[in-house]
T-cell receptor, first 115, second 115 residues
Framework: AQTVTQSQPEMSVQEAETVTLSCTYDTSESDYYLFWYKQPPSRQMILVIRQEAYKQQNATENRFSVNFQKAAKSFSLKISDSQLGDAAMYFCAYRSADNNNDMRFGAGTRLTVKP | NAGVTQTPKFQVLKTGQSMTLQCAQDMNHEYMSWYRQDPGMGLRLIHYSVGAGITDQGEVPNGYNVSRSTTEDFPLRLLSAAPSQTSVYFC??????????????FGNGTRLTVT
């Protein structure tokens, strides 16, 4: 089964600075999808960004971008110009294109933003 | 647009009691699923459904039952609660199980404590 690893249980960043959250995954598949979800204290899970494995171009959504390294099975999230509202748990997730009924999540990284 | 609605938000049960966690979505999504979130373990799939009348087990199905009589509703039943089922439960849906790049839409979660 695919596994997703987030090696940083906690990270902190100064407001307006840039932070990168790490994610690696283990798979033998060539076609899959990767996601970053944000969970603020409200507990609501919010999609931040997604990446299709067949696309070489890294996905971007405003201040959020990813560094997708398929050969290294790495999918890091970069948050630029960090804001206080970015403080949350961030989960990396993997979804197979073949067995797409199961989305695998990492254990999460808690991001603190310091004013 | 309500999205995915879960009830209740909080619940305390005694060991051996039964209860049903409710989940409803108003987006006409084919795919619905239940996850549990435990500290340090991310989200793990309990059961899922790809359409009305169709359900299947996920990664951690023991102790839980589901049914899908309508497109909108996907209740999760605990027949005999155990302390190991203390967790936060999330219901999630997506447009189509056949479109793995479609993101999951989550409810706000139910915090369940079993004493």
């Amino acid at each position: 089964a695919q596994t997703v690893t987030q090696s940083q249980p906690e990270m902190s960043v100064q407001e307006a600075e840039t932070v990168t959250l790490s994610c690696t995954y283990d798979t033998s598949e060539s076609d899959y999808y990767l996601f970053w979800y944000k969970q603020p204290p409200s507990r609501q899970m919010i999609l931040v960004i997604r990446q299709e494995a067949y696309k070489q171009q890294n996905a971007t959504e405003n201040r959020f971008s990813v560094n997708f390294q398929k050969a290294a099975k790495s999918f890091s999230l970069k948050i630029s110009d960090s804001q206080l509202g970015d403080a949350a748990m961030y989960f990396c997730a993997y979804r197979s294109a073949d067995n797409n009924n199961d989305m695998r999540f990492g254990a999460g990284t808690r991001l603190t933003v310091k004013p | 647009n309500a999205g995915v609605t879960q009830t209740p938000k909080f619940q305390v049960l005694k060991t051996g009691q039964s209860m049903t966690l409710q989940c409803a979505q108003d987006m006409n999504h084919e795919y619905m699923s239940w996850y549990r979130q435990d500290p340090g373990m991310g989200l793990r799939l309990i059961h899922y459904s790809v359409g009305a009348g169709i359900t299947d087990q996920g990664e951690v199905p023991n102790g839980y039952n589901v049914s899908r009589s309508t497109t909108e509703d996907f209740p999760l039943r605990l027949l005999s609660a155990a302390p190991s089922q203390t967790s936060v439960y999330f219901c999630a849906s997506s447009y189509s199980w056949a479109a793995p790049n479609s993101p999951l839409h989550f409810g706000n979660g139910t915090r369940l404590t079993v004493t």
